[in-house]
């Protein structure tokens, strides 16, 4: 009697416990509706079936599941509590009824040998809890044994059927054979603490992986989080609202089929074995990998990928955000658009920067380092695995610039744009490349600068600045001889009124310059070398006071771009790759 009294009490706190902060959404993305009701995370604790677990003595309390000998088989909807373990065992779901089975993993430890652990063959819906202040643990085998040729379950975790996760308590999945959870249809992760081992895929929902919260920490050979539904345009896609995530992966970290949306988060991703290793010539190591579209509205995203950090073959957003990059590929890649409204992005290391054939930044505080280009707009697929195939074209692609504050550290062209740019607003500071075959800045049709500033310094062989059909007055100004990184260029009015004090961090012979500073009919002077006591921020001065170096020469505004000087024979724009 004593022992149902506290069965009874037992159950009333699994109730309390597995049913906070039930959200009320349900999400649908386009006729892809996703199995979810608040119903889901509610039950009658009076109801609760209790099943321990332990081995060959599996005990159950009531009605709707069956033991024989290490295997537990559910055929019927309700509400189970779990505990104990199972050292070589099986806990099954097959019932035909629509309705939905929960099952409370109260403290358990399930291994397989030759199977998954558990394993949902059929059920309108499978909801699991994580119990609170439990450790839940299940391993499946290394080799399978087939028991149904036409869908074998490949996860210690699988479901033919949707299923769902949460609660406060924690879940370790060794997955040996294959993938760690996978759900044939939809998977929703509600919350909880969730750990997985894999051999290939770590967590897997073919229809739609959803993930409202948790905390995750998931090392895999394969993929980490995926959905790959292929046949539907509505389905395959990955949403994640919150959470902590510690990926390292193979693989590509976070992979759907159509679309990425991340509302927020705390992301630590390593993939391929990061950016040192090189970009793999055979697979996709991403960080975050959408085929059709990728939003970001939040977050902070720590990425160290051997391939793209964040890719897309078709448009990306990035609303917000905290980055840092580190790729053997691109930072930020989209094959079609890529639209940056906001965030702090760092791209510590990457062969390109941030690329994509159309470009708009709205602002944000963006810093690239690239071995290639820093910022390229170029159409077709990126240097890399994983694009839409086919060569680079010229010509067609667009650079837009409407604010916030850019600066690129690129060892190709600093700006390559194979199209036009157009300027209306923000900061973009250039250390451009040192060799003639590249340029600060590169485009082939036109760069109409409206308003902003732009600093660009490199190599004067294809050095351009914005064109005549800009309304704000620009200089490309290029030396008869190179100087040295560190070396103080600095450009005042006659009156001695300082409008520039720059200090390049690599070698350079070009400046390319534009503020509104510059004013039609005024003369400037132009040194190089000497000091300042100013602050420098990426190189630029401000306040503080300039001991003038050498005088290069002198110039007066006559016109919307003022040349200096000549390039060193290959002449601007054109090769734009």
């Given at each position: 009697?004593?022992?149902?009294?506290?069965?009874?009490?037992?159950?009333?706190?699994?109730?309390?416990?597995?049913?906070?902060?039930?959200?009320?959404?349900?999400?649908?993305?386009?006729s892809?509706?996703?199995?979810?009701?608040?119903?889901?995370?509610?039950?009658?604790?009076?109801?609760?079936?209790?099943?321990?677990?332990?081995?060959?003595?599996?005990?159950?309390?009531?009605?709707?599941?069956?033991?024989?000998?290490?295997?537990?088989?559910?055929?019927?909807?309700?509400?189970?509590?779990?505990?104990?373990?199972?050292?070589?065992?099986?806990?099954?779901?097959?019932?035909?009824?629509?309705?939905?089975?929960?099952?409370?993993l109260?403290?358990?430890?399930?291994?397989?040998?030759?199977?998954?652990?558990?394993?949902?063959?059929?059920?309108?819906?499978?909801?699991?809890?994580?119990?609170?202040?439990?450790?839940?643990?299940?391993?499946?085998?290394?080799?399978?044994?087939?028991?149904?040729?036409?869908?074998?379950?490949n996860?210690?975790?699988?479901?033919?059927?949707?299923?769902?996760?949460?609660?406060?308590?924690?879940?370790?999945?060794?997955?040996?054979?294959?993938?760690?959870?996978?759900?044939?249809?939809?998977?929703?992760i509600?919350?909880?603490?969730?750990?997985?081992?894999?051999?290939?895929?770590?967590i897997?929902?073919?229809?739609?992986?959803?993930?409202?919260?948790?905390?995750?920490?998931?090392?895999?050979?394969?993929?980490?989080?995926?959905?790959d539904?292929d046949?539907?345009?509505?389905?395959?896609?990955?949403?994640?609202?919150?959470?902590?995530?510690?990926?390292?992966?193979?693989k590509?970290?976070?992979?759907?089929?159509?679309?990425?949306?991340?509302?927020?988060?705390?992301?630590?991703?390593?993939?391929?074995?990061?950016?040192?290793?090189?970009?793999?010539?055979?697979?996709?190591?991403?960080?975050?990998?959408?085929?059709d579209?990728?939003?970001?509205?939040?977050?902070?995203?720590?990425?160290?990928?051997?391939?793209?950090?964040?890719?897309t073959?078709?448009?990306?957003?990035?609303?917000?955000?905290?980055?840092?990059?580190?790729?053997?590929?691109?930072?930020?890649h989209?094959?079609?658009?890529l639209?940056?409204?906001?965030?702090?992005?760092?791209?510590?290391?990457?062969?390109?920067?941030?690329?994509?054939?159309?470009?708009?930044?709205?602002?944000?505080?963006?810093?690239?380092?690239?071995?290639?280009?820093?910022?390229?707009?170029?159409?077709?697929?990126?240097?890399?695995?994983?694009g839409?195939?086919?060569?680079?074209?010229?010509?067609?692609?667009?650079?837009y610039?409407?604010?916030?504050?850019?600066?690129?550290?690129?060892?190709?062209?600093?700006?390559?744009?194979?199209?036009?740019?157009?300027?209306?607003?923000?900061?973009?500071?250039?250390?451009?490349?040192?060799?003639?075959?590249?340029?600060?800045?590169?485009?082939?049709?036109?760069?109409?600068?409206?308003?902003?500033?732009v600093?660009?310094a490199?190599?004067?062989?294809?050095?351009?600045?914005?064109?005549?059909?800009?309304?704000?007055?620009?200089?490309?100004?290029?030396?008869t001889?190179?100087?040295?990184?560190?070396?103080?260029?600095?450009?005042?009015?006659?009156?001695?009124?300082?409008?520039?004090?720059?200090?390049?961090?690599?070698?350079?012979?070009?400046?390319?310059?534009?503020?509104?500073?510059?004013?039609?009919?005024?003369?400037?002077?132009?040194?190089?070398?000497?000091?300042?006591?100013?602050?420098?921020?990426d190189?630029?001065?401000?306040?503080?006071?300039?001991?003038?170096?050498?005088?290069?020469?002198?110039?007066?505004?006559?016109?919307?771009?003022?040349?200096?000087?000549?390039s060193?024979?290959?002449?601007?724009?054109?090769?734009?790759?």
């Open positions: 009697m004593m022992r149902y009294l506290f069965l009874s009490f037992f159950a009333l706190s699994l109730l309390v416990a597995c049913s906070k902060n039930t959200d009320t959404v349900k999400t649908t993305n386009g892809g509706k996703v199995n979810e009701d608040p119903a889901d995370y509610i039950w009658d604790n009076s109801k609760v079936t209790h099943i321990v677990l332990k081995d060959n003595a599996i005990t159950i309390d009531s009605v709707g599941a069956t033991a024989s000998g290490s295997k537990v088989t559910i055929t019927s909807a309700g509400t189970y509590s779990l505990s104990g373990t199972l050292t070589n065992g099986q806990i099954i779901v097959n019932t035909t009824d629509t309705a939905t089975v929960r099952l409370i109260n403290g358990i430890t399930v291994t397989n040998s030759s199977s998954s652990a558990i394993l949902v063959k059929k059920s309108g819906k499978t909801v699991i809890c994580l119990a609170d202040n439990t450790q839940n643990s299940v391993t499946d085998g290394s080799s399978y044994t087939v028991e149904d040729s036409d869908d074998d379950p996860a210690a975790i699988f479901s033919k059927s949707d299923l769902s996760i949460f609660g406060n308590g924690s879940l370790t999945v060794n997955a040996k054979y294959n993938d760690g959870i996978t759900s044939k249809d939809g998977l929703i509600k919350s909880g603490n969730i750990t997985v081992n894999s051999i290939d895929d770590g897997r929902g073919k229809d739609y992986l959803i993930i409202r919260d948790g905390n995750f920490t998931l090392k895999t050979s394969g993929d980490g989080f995926k959905s539904n046949e539907n345009t509505a389905l395959g896609y990955i949403s994640i609202v919150k959470g902590t995530f510690n990926i390292t992966s193979g590509d970290a976070i992979q759907a089929h159509t679309d990425v949306k991340i509302n927020s988060g705390d992301f630590v991703i390593t993939t391929g074995g990061g950016s040192s290793d090189g970009k793999p010539s055979s697979y996709s190591a991403k960080g975050i990998k959408a085929i579209s990728l939003i970001i509205n939040g977050g902070i995203f720590s990425i160290n990928s051997a391939d793209d950090a964040i890719h073959n078709g448009n990306m957003l990035i609303n917000a955000g905290t980055y840092t990059l580190s790729t053997g590929d691109d930072g930020m989209a094959n079609t658009t639209a940056i409204k906001a965030g702090d992005i760092n791209v510590n290391k990457s062969y390109e920067g941030i690329e994509s054939a159309k470009i708009t930044i709205d602002g944000g505080n963006i810093h690239v380092t690239s071995s290639d280009d820093g910022i390229n707009a170029a159409s077709g697929s990126s240097s890399g695995t994983g839409m195939g086919g060569g680079m074209s010229a010509g067609n692609c667009t650079l610039i409407n604010g916030g504050y850019i600066y690129v550290n690129g060892n190709g062209d600093g700006v390559d744009v194979n199209g036009s740019i157009t300027m209306t607003g923000g900061t973009l500071i250039v250390n451009g490349p040192t060799a003639n075959d590249n340029g600060a800045l590169d485009y082939d049709g036109t760069f109409k600068l409206t308003g902003g500033y600093l660009a490199g190599s004067s062989g294809m050095a351009q600045a914005p064109d005549a059909t800009s309304s704000q007055n620009s200089l490309l100004l290029n030396f001889s190179a100087y040295k990184a560190g070396v103080l260029v600095h450009i005042e009015t006659s009156a001695g009124d300082e409008v520039l004090t720059f200090k390049p961090v690599k070698q350079y012979q070009s400046i390319a310059f534009s503020s509104s500073k510059l004013v039609k009919g005024t003369t400037y002077l132009v040194y190089t070398s000497g000091s300042s006591t100013g602050t420098a921020t190189g630029l001065y401000t306040g503080g006071s300039y001991t003038a170096g050498t005088k290069y020469t002198s110039f007066t505004i006559s016109s919307v771009v003022t040349k200096l000087g000549s060193s024979g290959m002449g601007g724009g054109g090769m734009g790759f």
